[in-house]
């Protein structure tokens, strides 16, 4: 991969996810509004990865409001590991060791703060 | 009701943030902290996301327009992130008053950096005329061209040739490591980008012209953000009902922004930001206290 294609293909992916991510929240923010949810009502929806999916078939506000919030903080995850590859596919060993790392300071703070 | 008031505090926290160079995360905690009364870690968890959302539009762009230097953004942001990780935990043991009084503090540095900006911003432009002269995305684009087989290794195949840049050599990395790591636990501990440590260490210390220091260090807030992030996610930090409606208001208001950064008058924007800003930390100094 050249060099400036990468950066683009990076750039690509990081704009892509904003825009699902801000799309993803503005459904949720809408399902709030149509189930007369106040965002200062108490307590709100814990995050949990089991019941994405059935809120989400239900159409519930929640279940699209975490997955926008997933997507939001997942995003620059999705930036690594396109820049991941595309060091590796350039050669660029270095680079591809930066990004490990990252992405396993990444999987760490999901372990500890689920372990928490 | 609440819910549009959220957005439209968000869409004023991010045009504030994109038209002076910050995140917004440094007003959003207060808004959410002082104007909602939610707790300060619950404003911190949606803070975090808001920061994330406008630094991943923003990177879009200087990614695709060559400003920003992925290769030294991803080399800093190993330790940004690993000390977001660190900071992340030390927020959940912290009381949160003690937590009020440091941010409050956090307040005063930024009001201050901000008064100051000016002058030094003087210089800054003049010392990034004779660093990079001309266009620096079409002279990032240039040097890709000439960069061959599609590696910026610039010949020596050196570490610092490596992350250095057209028109600029990286310098002091060690220092610019140093500020990654107080960048990452000031980002999660206060919910903000940690740009204000990030671009003066990019700029000043390691020699990195301010376009291209501002850019990598808007690149870099998504990793770091998104470190702090997933330890404020499942432990119960990010409110779901109040980030969303937060994140959406700052994306708006950051990308109107952009588009009215021309027609505003900076100067005065400054001086009234440094004034909300010295408002906002006596009332958290306030609040800490009790």
Redesign the interface.
């Known amino acids: ?8 293909t ?3 992916v ?2 892509v ?2 825009i699902v ?2 799309a993803l ?2 459904m ?2 809408a399902g ?2 149509a189930a007369h ?5 108490r307590p ?4 949990d990865l089991g019941r994405l999916p059935v809120d989400l078939a239900s159409l519930k506000a ?1 279940g699209f ?2 997955l ?2 997933l997507a ?6 999705f ?2 590991i396109a ?1 991941l590859v595309g060091f590796a596919a ?3 060993r ?2 591809v060791a ?2 490990v ?2 992405l396993a ?2 999987c ?3 372990a ?3 372990g ?1 | 009701m609440a819910e549009l008031l959220l957005i439209v505090g968000g869409v004023a926290a991010g045009a504030f943030g994109a038209l002076l160079g910050l995140g917004g995360g440094v007003l959003i905690v207060p808004l959410l902290t002082l104007g909602f009364g939610l707790p300060l870690r619950e404003s911190v968890g949606a803070s975090l996301v808001c920061v994330i959302v406008t630094s991943s539009a923003a990177a879009s762009v200087y990614l695709q327009r060559d400003v920003a230097n992925l290769r030294l953004g991803m080399t800093l942001e190993m330790f940004t992130a690993i000390a977001a990780m660190a900071g992340g935990l030390v927020a959940f043991l912290v009381p949160d008053r003690v937590l009020a009084l440091m941010f409050a503090a956090l307040l005063a540095y930024v009001a201050v950096t901000m008064a100051r900006a000016r002058d030094a911003r003087d210089g800054r432009v003049a010392q990034d005329a004779a660093d990079a002269p001309g266009d620096a995305p079409r002279e990032a684009a240039e040097d890709a061209e000439r960069r061959p087989g599609g590696t910026n290794t610039a010949g020596d195949g050196g570490l610092i040739a490596s992350l250095s840049g057209p028109g600029y050599r990286v310098r002091n990395l060690g220092l610019g490591v140093l500020g990654s790591l107080v960048a990452g636990v000031v980002s999660a501990l206060f919910g903000v980008g940690g740009g204000i440590v990030k671009v003066p260490v990019m700029n000043l210390i390691m020699g990195v012209p301010i376009r291209v220091a501002t850019a990598t260090s808007n690149l870099m807030i998504g990793v770091t953000a998104s470190a702090g992030a997933l330890i404020y996610l499942f432990r119960g930090g990010i409110d779901p009902y109040v980030a969303a409606p937060t994140a959406l208001g700052v994306f708006a208001g950051a990308s109107l922004a952009s588009r009215l950064s021309h027609r505003v008058d900076l100067g005065t924007l400054r001086l009234l930001f440094v004034a909300v800003l010295v408002v906002t930390a006596a009332q958290m100094a306030l609040r800490g206290i009790g």
């Open positions: 991969m050249k060099a400036g294609r990468l950066e683009r990076v750039g690509l990081l704009g996810g904003a991510s801000v929240l503005a949720g923010i709030m509004w949810v106040g965002p200062l009502d709100f929806p814990p995050f929640a409001l975490w926008g919030l939001v903080i997942l995003t620059p995850s930036r690594v820049s350039a050669g660029e270095r680079m930066v990004a790392v990252v300071a990444i760490l703070s999901a500890l703060g689920a928490g």
